[in-house]
């Protein structure tokens, strides 16, 4: 591996799919208060503030809210509260085989709802008294039904043939959107079993797992896959995990490569599309859990550079950034400075990429998440066009960026968000994480319904 692998913008943006954290307090207060119903119509203001005028009947006692290919019912009767979400119509044949699985799921996947049975048809319910609905608690239950319905609802159609019980209201990505992803994967895909080729003959099969696994990530940040293609990148992330010999999960994981390599355009632009949304699938993650979860990468990189290994420092810190963007929802501002750290890097040498996500990982661990953002001489002789600032695509996308925020500025007002992007410095200074996170998705929350409004 001679250089570091090339940044890939997102070929579409990615659905903001947040939970207001101040709405959740205003939740929990007013339950910690007595007032149930008005915590559970908080608590759905929190997951977007137009939920209940668009999902919710008049008198904010039933609600429809569809997530990907479910919907999810929220019924308020007398002291009771009852959440439902149709999941599959079971087909005549393999049904015994797929009530199993569904069994299984009872166990192993979901925590306080259930499947249930209901002629030929399953859905998942739960229920409770209205004094046991705390915030915190119901959006768990919420999150769950929705990460589980919208996981395993197309393996189910896939392997059993069963039928939904809703059709998602689905936006399929423009072509030229399906053409770039088709083609950053073969050109990912490539370098990546060039350079576990080169790391195999080496035997450093370290080195190579950590790459495999870097570049499905990689793929999932750039791509914003759904369907099964989604369920086929968590199986094999998953299988890299397996306890087996690191040879066997990296002959696997390059047979996973091979295979999207060989996947038809046609089969690939399936799983590219956008739903509705109810909650993130992802969890939320702090700059303070960043830092704990990065503190022996960024202990054991710093030796790393010291001996000048720069493959290490260059493969460990791009699998953890694509990572933490696979597998959370990261704070604004961490996301901003990730994304500019592996843009920076992008198809530099390894020595230049391994110093520019080096000074990126100790800016997090520091807290300082605008450090180094003007800085865009770290990678000066070593990267391609793509990298640098006068590139046609980047110039494009960073142009449609400035657009977008003049946007937002005109319908917010530029001082409201110079105002919080102030307190959130101040917080980060003092150490305040918990005033940081508050602040941060506040500001999220008023890009999102700028964006709306402009």
């Not at 579409?12 to 954290?21: E, F, K, R």
């Not at 999902?55 to 569809?66: L, R, V």
């Not at 768990?140 to 197309?154: E, F, R, W």
């Not at 066997?248 to 599309?273: C, N, Q």
């Given at each position: 591996?001679?250089?570091?692998?090339?940044?890939?913008?997102?070929?579409?943006?990615?659905?903001?799919?947040?939970?207001?954290?101040?709405?959740?307090?205003?939740?929990?207060?007013?339950?910690?208060?007595?007032?149930?119903?008005?915590?559970?119509?908080?608590?759905?203001?929190?997951?977007?503030?137009?939920?209940?005028?668009?999902?919710?009947?008049?008198?904010?006692?039933?609600?429809?809210?569809?997530?990907?290919?479910?919907?999810?019912?929220?019924?308020?009767?007398?002291?009771?509260?009852?959440?439902?979400?149709?999941?599959?119509?079971?087909?005549?044949?393999?049904?015994?085989?797929?009530?199993?699985?569904?069994?299984?799921?009872?166990?192993?996947?979901?925590?306080?709802?259930?499947?249930?049975?209901?002629?030929?048809?399953?859905?998942?319910?739960?229920?409770?008294?209205?004094?046991?609905?705390?915030?915190?608690?119901?959006?768990?239950?919420?999150?769950?039904?929705?990460?589980?319905?919208?996981?395993?609802?197309d393996e189910f159609c896939?392997?059993?043939?069963?039928?939904?019980?809703?059709?998602?209201?689905?936006?399929?990505?423009?072509?030229?959107?399906?053409?770039?992803?088709?083609?950053?994967?073969?050109l990912l895909g490539k370098?990546?079993?060039?350079?576990?080729?080169?790391?195999?003959?080496?035997?450093?099969?370290?080195?190579?797992?950590?790459?495999?696994?870097?570049?499905?990530?990689?793929?999932?940040?750039?791509?914003?896959?759904?369907?099964?293609?989604?369920?086929?990148?968590?199986?094999?992330?998953?299988?890299?995990?397996?306890?087996?010999?690191?040879?066997?999960?990296?002959?696997?994981?390059?047979?996973?490569?091979?295979?999207?390599?060989?996947?038809?355009?046609?089969?690939?632009?399936?799983?590219?599309?956008?739903?509705?949304?109810?909650?993130?699938?992802?969890?939320?993650?702090?700059?303070?859990?960043?830092?704990?979860?990065?503190?022996?990468?960024?202990?054991?990189?710093?030796?790393?550079?010291?001996?000048?290994?720069?493959?290490?420092?260059?493969?460990?810190?791009?699998?953890?950034?694509?990572?933490?963007?696979?597998?959370?929802?990261?704070?604004?501002?961490?996301?901003?400075?990730?994304?500019?750290?592996?843009?920076?890097?992008?198809?530099?040498?390894?020595?230049?990429?391994?110093?520019?996500?080096?000074?990126?990982?100790?800016?997090?661990?520091?807290?300082?998440?605008?450090?180094?953002?003007?800085?865009?001489?770290?990678?000066?002789d070593g990267c391609d066009?793509?990298?640098?600032?006068?590139?046609?695509?980047?110039?494009?996308?960073?142009?449609?960026?400035?657009?977008?925020?003049?946007?937002?500025?005109?319908?917010?007002?530029?001082?409201?968000?110079?105002?919080?992007?102030?307190?959130?410095?101040?917080?980060?200074?003092?150490?305040?994480?918990?005033?940081?996170?508050?602040?941060?998705?506040?500001?999220?929350?008023?890009?999102?319904?700028?964006?709306?409004?402009?």
């Amino acid at each position: 591996m001679k250089r570091s692998f090339p940044y890939i913008a997102t070929a579409t943006d990615s659905q903001l799919v947040y939970t207001d954290g101040e709405t959740m307090e205003e939740a929990v207060a007013a339950f910690e208060q007595g007032n149930y119903l008005e915590a559970l119509h908080l608590l759905i203001d929190a997951m977007d503030f137009d939920f209940r005028d668009r999902f919710g009947n008049a008198d904010g006692t039933s609600f429809q809210i569809p997530h990907g290919s479910i919907v999810v019912h929220i019924d308020i009767a007398q002291d009771t509260l009852v959440i439902t979400a149709d999941f599959l119509k079971l087909p005549e044949k393999g049904r015994v085989a797929m009530l199993r699985q569904v069994a299984e799921m009872n166990i192993n996947c979901l925590m306080l709802a259930r499947f249930v049975k209901s002629g030929d048809h399953l859905k998942m319910e739960y229920s409770c008294p209205l004094t046991d609905t705390h915030p915190h608690k119901i959006h768990s239950v919420l999150h769950n039904i929705c990460t589980v319905g919208d996981k395993y609802d197309d393996e189910f159609c896939t392997q059993f043939k069963a039928e939904r019980c809703y059709e998602p209201r689905i936006t399929y990505f423009p072509q030229e959107a399906v053409d770039k992803i088709y083609d950053n994967i073969q050109l990912l895909g490539k370098l990546v079993l060039d350079a576990v080729g080169e790391y195999n003959a080496q035997r450093r099969y370290g080195y190579s797992w950590t790459v495999i696994a870097a570049s499905l990530y990689q793929i999932s940040f750039f791509s914003n896959h759904q369907g099964q293609f989604l369920n086929e990148m968590e199986k094999a992330i998953d299988m890299l995990n397996d306890e087996r010999p690191v040879e066997e999960l990296v002959a696997r994981g390059t047979a996973f490569i091979e295979k999207l390599l060989s996947m038809p355009k046609d089969e690939l632009a399936k799983s590219l599309y956008s739903v509705d949304m109810m909650v993130s699938t992802k969890p939320m993650v702090s700059l303070q859990g960043v830092q704990e979860s990065c503190e022996d990468l960024y202990n054991g990189t710093s030796d790393a550079l010291q001996k000048r290994d720069f493959d290490q420092v260059v493969v460990r810190i791009l699998h953890k950034f694509y990572q933490l963007l696979y597998d959370c929802n990261v704070p604004l501002m961490l996301e901003y400075a990730i994304v500019t750290a592996l843009r920076k890097a992008g198809d530099c040498t390894l020595e230049e990429a391994a110093q520019i996500l080096h000074k990126a990982l100790g800016n997090i661990m520091e807290g300082d998440l605008q450090a180094g953002d003007d800085d865009d001489d770290d990678c000066e002789d070593g990267c391609d066009d793509e990298g640098e600032e006068d590139d046609a695509d980047l110039a494009e996308e960073r142009d449609n960026a400035v657009a977008a925020h003049q946007k937002i500025a005109e319908a917010l007002g530029v001082n409201d968000i110079l105002a919080i992007q102030q307190q959130m410095d101040e917080a980060l200074k003092a150490g305040n994480v918990a005033e940081y996170m508050r602040l941060a998705t506040e500001l999220q929350m008023m890009m999102i319904k700028g964006t709306m409004n402009s």
